[in-house]
């Protein structure tokens, strides 16, 4: 698979196909100016980031052509479909700001006239009920290059069929003992025009309909009548649903029905994961992530417990735009837009997730002075907040190095660096324990050097963050990685031996300061050069904060910023 080129995406960005489609459609009156679009999930399991970018297309296009959004349950297979999964598809839906309004439909409200159509078509001559068995109708199918078999009971009378199909409704019958299938074309080269299966038995409770039915529509059968019924104008799916588009519009035809009018696009692919809902399922069941909304899916739930925005999905959707043919996305496309949202109009804090203790001699024990820190340099608005410097901090146990390579231009044996807002120190003694492992460092303070306030103008290459170690909090914080080492895990027959070992490091002593004690759930914060972090919502309590960071920040602020 290629990688989609900047040209195609900046393309896309301004128009794309599709909406050329709508645009010509509009020109010609063809749906007499209808715009309608719909986003048919099956409740089996919870939405992804592809199924975000197949929303924000259908929503988007109903939006900007004043049209109409249907969310619509395509819930046709009870024995893999769930409650909690339409909850939480309702609820990705509605996060994401896609406006259904009171257009929220369930395929299984139109069972009844799927039921009705087939009858429908019985009569007509064009289904008739089979009693292969499953194998027995795939060896029949035939090949891309071999003809099919005609089903043995393909020339049943009406009458029969009619009784047939009534009794295969009533429960007459056992899982998997007979099929409904169309009549049309066992030597089709489109395969899926071999008498494709209408409804098949399957005793089984409905998440909706409970026991009311014992015999379900396959998806090819009720898809194009969903779509007919609720007048859909353009029926937007994934590319490999194109060969299936004749068999919709054979259905829609015989039937007489509305036809919307479909179109294919590629699907999202993002590399260092899997989208497919069978195997997020599979991680989930396994145990190898924290349950669906784990912050390493790549599930809207979570996504948005990991800290990401709807704007940043948005705009994810937004930059890579519709394709024809199938790419890879990087995934650090996706964190470049998360950036770029939380950038904005995050809150800056200060946090040690190492910490190391440096001890300012010159000032007395107990020493405590107001500095005042800016809450967002992108956003003035969002003022200014009080810390307390003091003689005793921690700084983050990497910014400091005995014996530094060239370059460094933190903190080093005798060298200076200035603390974030405060006062340029220098390093006078480091202080180790029996092992050799340096535990504390002694500093002295430049009086003159404070920052925004000093006189002196002494310039140090260096400026790192620090807590005061008396006031600072102790948390909790979640370090994500990708969750698979490889590019394109699904492709690998082992594909769960390629999970990532370190996709989570949990630090169990971190520092904050003291502004952090009381961060807000669903509220994201920058730590300052450590990254974007936000509550952890399943796992943070009130004392015993828990912070995810959701992405790193990729550039050190520390060119930026004025001391
Ligand atoms: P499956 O059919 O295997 O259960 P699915 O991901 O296709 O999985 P659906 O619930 O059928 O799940 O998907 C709902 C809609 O989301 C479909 O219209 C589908 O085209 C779209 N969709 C699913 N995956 C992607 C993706 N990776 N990129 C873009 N659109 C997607
Ligand atoms: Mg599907």
Not at 174 to 200: F, H
Not at 361 to 389: C, H, M, Q
């Amino acid at each position: 698979m290629a990688e989609n080129t900047p040209e195609e995406k900046n393309e896309s960005k301004k128009s794309n196909f599709i909406r050329e489609i709508i645009d010509e459609d509009l020109k010609t009156s063809k749906w007499e100016g209808r715009v309608h679009t719909r986003f048919p999930p099956e409740p089996n399991g919870y939405l992804h980031i592809g199924h975000a970018k197949s929303i924000m297309l259908n929503y988007g296009i109903a939006r900007d052509y004043n049209g109409k959004f249907n969310l619509r349950f395509d819930d046709t297979n009870p024995e893999k479909e769930e409650q909690e999964y339409v909850d939480s598809i309702i609820a990705d839906v509605k996060w994401l700001g896609a406006e259904y309004e009171d257009r929220l439909f369930f395929a299984s409200d139109y069972f009844q006239q799927m039921y009705d159509y087939a009858v429908d078509l019985i009569k007509k001559g064009a289904a008739y009920v089979c009693d292969l068995k499953a194998d027995e109708i795939r060896e029949y199918r035939g090949t891309l290059t071999a003809p099919g078999k005609e089903s043995p009971y393909r020339n049943r009378t009406i009458e029969e069929n009619l009784d047939l199909f009534e009794r295969m409704k009533k429960g007459e019958f056992d899982n998997g003992e007979k099929v409904l299938r169309a009549k049309i074309d066992m030597a089709s080269p489109n395969l899926n025009l071999r008498d494709p299966i209408m409804y098949r038995i399957v005793h089984a409770e409905h998440h909706r309909t409970g026991n009311v039915w014992c015999i379900y529509p396959t998806y090819d059968w009720a898809h194009g009548i969903e779509d007919s019924i609720e007048g859909i104008t353009h029926s937007i799916c994934t590319l490999e649903f194109e060969n299936h588009r004749p068999l919709y519009d054979w259905y829609l035809d015989q039937l007489g029905a509305y036809h919307p009018q479909q179109i294919e696009f590629a699907r999202l692919n993002l590399n260092y994961t899997v989208m497919s809902k069978r195997k997020l399922l599979q991680l989930v069941q396994e145990g190898k992530v924290d349950g669906w909304d784990d912050p390493r899916m790549p599930t809207i739930s979570g996504l948005r417990r990991r800290g990401y925005t709807p704007e940043a999905i948005r705009n994810f959707a937004e930059i890579i735009g519709v394709a024809k043919r199938d790419a890879m996305t990087d995934i650090a496309l996706l964190e470049y837009a998360v950036r770029e949202d939380l950038n904005k109009h995050t809150l800056r804090a200060m946090a040690v997730l190492k910490p190391l203790k440096i001890v300012i001699t010159d000032f007395p024990d107990g020493y405590e002075e107001e500095i005042e820190a800016v809450n967002n340099p992108e956003d003035p608005s969002a003022g200014t907040r009080k810390l307390i410097f003091g003689n005793e901090l921690y700084i983050e146990e990497a910014d400091f190095m005995e014996n530094p390579p060239k370059g460094f231009h933190r903190l080093v044996p005798g060298g200076e660096v200035r603390l974030r807002y405060g006062y340029i120190i220098k390093c006078e003694e480091v202080i180790k324990d029996e092992s050799g492992n340096v535990v504390e460092l002694r500093c002295t303070h430049d009086p003159d050097s404070r920052s925004g306030t000093g006189t002196s103008k002494k310039k140090v290459k260096g400026t790192i963050h620090w807590v005061n170690a008396k006031l600072a909090v102790r948390v909790e914080a979640r370090l994500y990685d990708r969750l698979f080492m490889v590019e394109d895990p699904a492709t690998e027959e082992n594909w769960l031996e390629h999970l990532n070992p370190d996709s989570l490091v949990i630090v169990s002593n971190a520092l904050v300061e003291p502004s952090l004690a009381d961060a807000k759930s669903g509220m994201n914060y920058q730590f300052e050069r450590t990254g974007y972090f936000c509550l952890d919502s399943k796992n943070s309590k009130p004392g015993a904060l828990v912070f995810n960071r959701t992405v790193t920040l990729k550039d050190s602020w520390a060119k930026s910023i004025k001391n």
